[in-house]
């Protein structure tokens, strides 16, 4: 019989255990240590107690995490242990986490579905989610620097982002999730803003604003450049095309709006 139960029930080492066994075989290789599933917990605000674990004969077979934000939440990872698939586990953990979120005063549950998951789409498909936008995954090798972008303090850019930004920025690279680093640097033009991290490489986490090429150019001179869920239609999205970045991923970003409780 399955046992589903808060994350919290279980210490953060078994979880990074049980977080890389359900990611096995995963279709793009993922794997975290204690170190990194402690970060994304706190960067991504990810609720051990909301986020749920699934035992099966008292060993946990799958987890999934769930991340509060006021009324909107993230599905910020699900995965099931190899032997344990195709036995509706899945399915069970996101049920449990949307009478969390229910009971939270959640009404939108956010997540992104790699477009090779199949399996993953049909069940958040059946669950009631509704493709919102396409998202990629970009990376843009490093090349010697040009453009006229200026680096600037990092509040600087973000609020000119703001200002500019012309849709919702998905739940990794979101305003608070960037209120979690204290290494953000910016870069400015006339036509826009960015603003980045350099962390091994460089992680391009908003930007906004017309010529976004003059931005990125800037951004290659400091290293590899990668990008985390950027919309497809996006105009950034153009111009990595024309400086010969690669898409890494795609995703479907999807939503699901929950009724108010009464």
């Known amino acids: 019989m399955l046992d589903v139960r808060p994350a919290s029930s279980l210490p953060l080492d078994r979880l990074t255990a049980l977080f890389n066994a359900g990611y096995e075989g995963y279709v793009i290789p993922f794997r975290l240590d204690e170190a990194a599933l402690r970060s994304m917990i706190t960067v991504f605000d990810i609720d051990r107690d909301a986020s749920r674990v699934a035992f099966a004969e008292g060993e946990p077979v799958g987890f999934a995490n769930l991340a509060l934000r006021g009324d909107q939440a993230w599905v910020g990872g699900v995965g099931v242990v190899t032997k344990a698939r195709q036995q509706g586990i899945g399915e069970a953990l996101m049920h449990a986490l949307h009478v969390e979120a229910t009971a939270r005063g959640v009404t939108d549950v956010w997540l992104e579905v790699i477009e090779q998951n199949d399996a993953a789409f049909r069940l958040y498909d059946k669950l009631g989610y509704e493709v919102v936008r396409e998202v ?22 973000q609020a000119r982002v703001r200002e500019l930004r012309r849709s919702r920025e998905p739940w990794q690279r979101a305003d ?38 003059e931005r990125l150019r800037a951004l290659r001179g400091l290293g590899d450049v990668t990008v985390l869920n950027l919309p497809a239609d996006d105009a950034t999205a153009a111009a990595l095309r024309v400086l010969g970045a690669a898409v890494r991923v795609r995703q479907r970003e999807m939503v699901l709006k929950i009724q108010p409780r009464g």
């Open 136 to 157: 990629e995954v970009w990376s843009l090798p490093a090349a010697p620097p040009g453009g006229s972008a200026e680096e600037v303090d990092a509040q600087r850019a």
């Open 176 to 213: 608070a999730t960037l209120a979690h680093y204290d290494d953000l640097r910016g870069l400015e033009t006339d036509g826009g803003a960015a603003v980045f991290r350099v962390a091994g490489n460089v992680q391009l986490q908003q930007i906004a604003g017309d010529d976004p090429e």
